[in-house]
């Protein structure tokens, strides 16, 4: 190996030993080849733990879960995965994976798995969207879509009748805030809205609902993501809301997921779902129903400015778009703790620019950012100083091959062939461009 080689590779081994998200990289025997430190800290095991072992016996699994075999099948990378699982260490982890297969002279050799941890991001996103101190009440959720509307008359009836009821949706959707209107729907009584957070191990918590379960009130008994106990707690649960199914108290409960699959995955009771099924209500993602995020955005920049005298108009155009085009993965919880990132950077703005966004969403934003330039903003844009031709070209050149590139998947063949010319060629066009 020359100089520079091994130079390079030096730098290679350090960048990958170093890097911020998990890296394993398998050949198509399933034998791994890299296992980073931050994977390590993941799965909680080491080098040594999965040298010259197929994934397949480390890790217990059955084919069809693994996304690095999948991706040594089908030659196609997998993106955007969700997993939570307990590691080795017995601690429960989340993460997103992006998979790729490894080409080399149009030959599979192997696959490889980017991995970022969001456990600390998803208990965040768990918490409720903030109260600003006073009730929720349907007239001051600010949503605006028509599934929305759809959701809230829904849980008005339920409010009504007072069956049992099951919001379903992801974290940071915004079930909490439903519940706690259709308990003001009926009554005003602060007091009688009680929420219980379910966790996996909480045995206090049975002890919790048994105390208020005994209350002669009209209560509204609101249990959180029951899906979070374990089986036991919620044979116990059960047992106890059975004992009162009777009474004048509204039930409503609330999972993170389609309740089939997670009855099939051992997660949810089917007889506790049951209890709570008599009126279900699927509460959207807001990359389903975008038109909220602006509803969204200004209620909470009325509530900033009487606490603390600080008014904004609002979105810039720019950021309007990038919001518009982002996918929300933590729904209106992400967003509020985004704005809430935003507002500790504003001094004499008058709007929320793309300047003011936080570094790490400006990351996450390059690719929507490209994406939501129109041709004429491309070829022309007036309030810029023109480009030497050249320059221009290059540009465009650069624009137009990473927009092919990215429809095939990077597949540098099949991009070749799409544009008319040789691998070769386009390999050529790509280092002069990168460099």
Known sequence: MDKNKEE???FYKFATEHASV???AIDTMGKTIIYNKKMKDIEGLHLTDIRDRSILEIFQFEKEDSTLLKVLQTMKPIFNIKQTYWNHNGQEITTI???YPIIKDDQLIGAVEITRDITTLEKLLYQPLRRYGEPITFNVITAVSEAMQEVIETAKKAATTRLPVLLIGES?????LIAEAMHYFTTSNTENF?????????????ERLKGQLNVNDNSTIFCERIEYLSLELQKDCLALLEEHRQSSHLFIASIGGDPIDLIASGELLKELYYFFASVSINVPPLRNRKEDIQPFVDDYLTRYAHR???RLEGLSKEVKQLFMNYEW??????????LDDIMSMVTNEEQITYELLPIHFKWKMQSYKSSTKSPEDFVFQSHKELLPLDDYLREAEEYYLNKVLDKYNHNVTKAAEALGMSRQNLQYRIRKIRK
């Open 308 to 310: 603390f005298g600080i």
């Open 8 to 10: 390079l590779l030096t």
């Open 194 to 206: 009680k929420t219980f957070f379910c966790h996996r191990s909480d045995k206090a918590i049975i």
């Open 22 to 24: 998990g890296i394993h």
């Open 329 to 338: 993965p933590g729904n209106l919880k992400e967003l509020e703790i985004l």
């Open 172 to 176: 940071g959707t915004g079930k909490d």
């Open 97 to 99: 994976n992006d998979t």
